[in-house]
């Protein structure tokens, strides 16, 4: 008995002494209270750019027409081309694709000039509208390479030639998309354009989409139209003087209450448009005399006619009332130089012809003589 306490004893101290049996102390680095785990450090939130957030607050019930109809008359070939391929606008040179989307743009400043409308301009790069359109920034980085690579070494009639023959860059469903995104930042600045935007019906709210889908910044020049169709606001040259002397020194407190007065009673009490036949007929002829009407003719009869307030009972009578005003821009390709020219060498002929046979004439008769 005596001896397995000896043996007991012994296995206790060489248990206690040995390293395999031995345990650690618990760090205390590393030691927490039970049930509370380690913290992750939070992930920043990245706020959607202006473009994303115009994309996903639109609805299609926000306008009088259908959504489909306009993308379809934005992709019609007749009037912005289609193009899978990154190729140079013929006035600029600068990178389009699809239906005319601009592919370099930066993001600019537009200021509102109408004191009485309250909506503001958004005019993001060409970068955060292809994000909003769902497509990958990386594409858009190497198209433009790509593009960039022909236009140093291509000739305009190299485009030409190879132009619909490109190899597609992009498909059908994202050019479709893109144009999508255009209309709609152009409904967007439509509204900035013309304070009673939500008053128009269908065929004039689709009117006004496709002159700012067209024409962009560009519209800020038709002063005559702009004025007309924001009735009850100062005309147009007036606002931009107002504009640029408030640039250079700070509106005083009297002004800036009016400008804060004008912007709530335009937002509280909106006055009834006026949907007279006289009026839009004002409307439209502030755009029939522009240079855009005479040089597009097709595309400004479609989108001019749009604007008759009895467009819907008959579009083909209210284009054709406005193709009966607007005629064709006149080229002249020299022809009356031309002409002139020929009349000066027909009688210069006709004059030496003359003299010729005087002189013949006069030999006769001196050897008759």
Request: glycine fraction near 6%; proline fraction near 7%.
């Amino acid at each position: 008995m005596r001896l397995l306490e000896t043996f007991a004893f012994a296995l206790v101290v060489m248990s206690a002494g040995s390293p395999a049996f031995a345990q650690d102390p618990p760090d205390s680095s590393l030691a927490r209270p039970q049930g509370q785990s380690l913290v992750a450090s939070p992930t920043p939130v990245v706020a959607p750019s202006p473009a994303l957030r115009m994309m996903e607050e639109f609805k299609n019930t926000n306008v009088k027409f259908d959504m489909n109809e306009l993308v379809d008359i934005l992709r019609d070939r007749r009037h912005e081309g289609w193009v899978l391929a990154a190729y140079p606008d013929p006035r600029t040179a600068q990178p389009l694709i699809g239906a005319g989307f601009s592919l370099d743009l930066p993001e600019r400043e537009h200021p509102q000039q109408d004191a009485m409308n309250p909506h503001p301009f958004l005019e993001p790069s060409s970068a955060d509208l292809w994000q909003a359109a769902g497509l990958d920034p990386a594409r858009l980085d190497d198209i433009l390479k790509v593009f960039y690579a022909r236009r140093s070494s291509w000739s305009k009639r190299t485009w030409r030639k190879k132009l619909f023959s490109l190899p597609a860059q992009i498909s059908d469903e994202d050019a479709v998309q893109l144009v999508r995104v255009g209309a709609i930042q152009a409904i967007y600045n439509a509204k900035a354009y013309c304070k009673n935007f939500d008053q128009l019906n269908g065929p004039q709210q689709m009117a006004m989409a496709q002159l700012v889908y067209q024409m962009g910044v560009n519209l800020e020049h038709f002063n005559a139209f702009l004025t007309t169709i924001n009735p009850g606001s100062a005309p147009r040259e007036q606002q931009l003087v107002q504009t640029g002397s408030q640039a250079e020194q700070e509106p005083a407190a009297a002004d800036s209450e009016m400008l804060g007065q004008a912007i709530q009673d335009a937002t509280a009490a909106p006055a009834a448009l006026d949907q007279s036949a006289d009026y839009w007929l004002g409307v439209q002829q502030s755009l029939m005399g522009s240079q855009w009407a005479h040089k597009y003719r097709t595309r400004a009869i479609s989108v001019i006619a749009m604007l008759d307030p009895a467009y819907s009972d008959d579009p083909t009578a209210a284009e054709r009332r406005v193709g009966a005003v607007l005629r064709p821009a006149v080229v002249r390709h020299g022809r009356r130089g031309a002409a002139a020219t020929r009349q000066v060498a027909l009688k210069t002929h006709r004059g030496h012809g003359k003299k010729a046979g005087r002189t013949a004439v006069r030999a006769k008769s001196r050897k008759r003589a």
